[in-house]
């Protein structure tokens, strides 16, 4: 099956700081998604972007999915941004399956 | 409802027993999936509904587990005879339609004692 990478697998950061996630994927894929899990354990939806880039606030996201990567950027980073990050991909199997997750700690 | 629901939020039983976790999707939300995450591990897919059928049950551990959605909305995940490795988070999740952007419920923290 797909395999879904990602890396750095654990990041430390101080406040302010800025950092790019990255996914690797070793199949085609038709969609992929971006979460961000907090320190309570909720999954947080941050992008919906088979390909191209998008914008919301200080993250942004682009998946180059004839490369098969997608990156999440993280820009004036803030404690609250605290917790693992995930990708997803779709193959046009339903199921979407999870990458091995960033674990980022912003410090104050 | 608002948000994806899932009920309990916590459940510790016995070796043994049988458990059912149930999940409330966001209303008009016709794809379901349930997923597990044991503890500091990535999400594991266990089923997905279109609707209230299941095209693939093949994330399901064991016979043990079995999966029903009802009436193209509420969900309910059944463990049978709960052994410790069945301890996890089992997360829920919706979206409006096939592959579209999903949204999570906060989980059920399952412990088998």
């Known amino acids: 099956g797909i395999q879904v990478e990602q890396s750095p697998p654990d990041l430390i950061l101080q406040e302010g700081a800025n950092s790019t996630l990255r996914c690797n994927f070793s199949?085609?894929?038709?969609?992929l998604q971006w979460f961000h899990q907090n320190p309570w354990g909720q999954l947080i939806n941050l992008f919906y972007?088979?390909?191209g880039t998008k914008q919301n606030g200080r993250l942004s996201a682009t998946t180059v999915a004839t490369e098969r990567y997608s990156l999440l950027y993280i820009s004036s980073s803030q404690t609250t941004d605290s917790g693992v990050y995930f990708c997803?991909?779709?193959?046009?199997?339903?199921?979407?399956?999870f990458g091995t997750g960033t674990r980022l700690k912003v410090l104050a | 409802g608002a948000g994806v629901s899932q009920s309990p939020s916590n459940k510790v039983t016995e070796k043994g027993k049988d458990v059912e976790l149930r999940c409330d999707p966001i209303?008009?939300?016709?794809?379901l999936y349930w997923y597990r995450q044991s503890l500091g591990q990535g999400l594991e897919f266990l089923i997905y509904?279109?609707?209230?059928?299941?095209?693939?049950k093949s994330g399901l551990p064991s016979d043990r587990f079995s999966a029903e959605r009802t009436g193209g909305s509420v969900s309910t995940l059944t463990i049978q005879r709960t052994q410790q490795e069945d301890s996890a988070v089992y997360l829920c999740?919706?979206?409006?339609?096939?592959?579209?952007?999903?949204?999570f419920g906060s989980g059920t923290q399952l412990s088998v004692l």
């Open positions: 999740a919706s979206s409006l339609e096939y592959s579209q952007r999903l949204f």
């Open positions: 199949d085609s894929v038709n969609n």
């Open positions: 972007i088979p390909s």
């Open positions: 997803a991909v779709e193959q046009g199997t339903y199921k979407y399956i």
């Open positions: 209303s008009g939300h016709t794809a």
């Open positions: 509904f279109q609707g209230n059928s299941a095209p693939d």
